[in-house]
Nanobody
C-alpha cells in the first residue's frame, strides 16, 4: 500500500511560480510511474504531467514549457515546478502512482494510488 500526500499549494499571482510536492510512504516508488492531475472548478479531472521510473516525462499541451515534473527516488517524492502560472491553472492538484507506461500515464484509470489533493489558486 502506498500513501501519497501532496503539499505546496496556495494562492499565487498570475505569472508567479509554485512548487508542489508529493511524498510517498508505505513502500518505495520503485518501478512506479508518477502522475500529476488537476481538477478545475466545475470541470473534470485532467492530466498535467507524468514521469516514469526511467525519468521519461510527458506533459499536457497546456503546461508544456511552464511546468516541470521531477522525482527524487531517495526521498520517495515527486515534484511539480509550476512557472508562469495563469488563472486557468487554478485547480485542485492530485498526484498518483501506478505501474504504467509513460503513454498510459496520460489517462487516470490505471493509477493505483492517489493523494488527497492540494488547492492551487492563481489570481489575475
Amino acid at each position: 500500500q502506498v500513501q501519497l500526500v501532496e503539499s505546496g499549494g496556495g494562492l499565487v499571482q498570475a505569472g508567479g511560480p509554485l512548487r508542489l510536492s508529493c511524498a510517498a510512504s508505505g513502500r518505495t516508488l520503485s518501478g512506479y510511474t508518477m502522475g500529476w492531475f488537476r481538477q478545475p472548478p466545475g470541470k473534470e479531472r485532467e492530466f498535467v504531467a507524468a514521469i516514469a521510473w526511467s525519468e521519461m516525462t510527458n506533459y499536457a499541451d497546456s503546461v508544456k514549457g511552464r511546468f516541470t515534473i521531477s522525482r527524487d527516488n531517495a526521498k520517495n517524492t515527486v515534484y511539480l515546478q509550476m512557472n508562469s502560472l495563469k488563472p486557468e491553472d487554478t485547480a485542485v492538484y492530485y498526484c498518483a502512482a501506478g505501474a504504467l507506461t509513460i503513454r498510459q500515464a496520460m489517462g487516470d484509470r490505471g493509477y493505483a494510488y492517489w493523494g488527497q489533493g492540494t488547492q492551487v489558486t492563481v489570481s489575475s
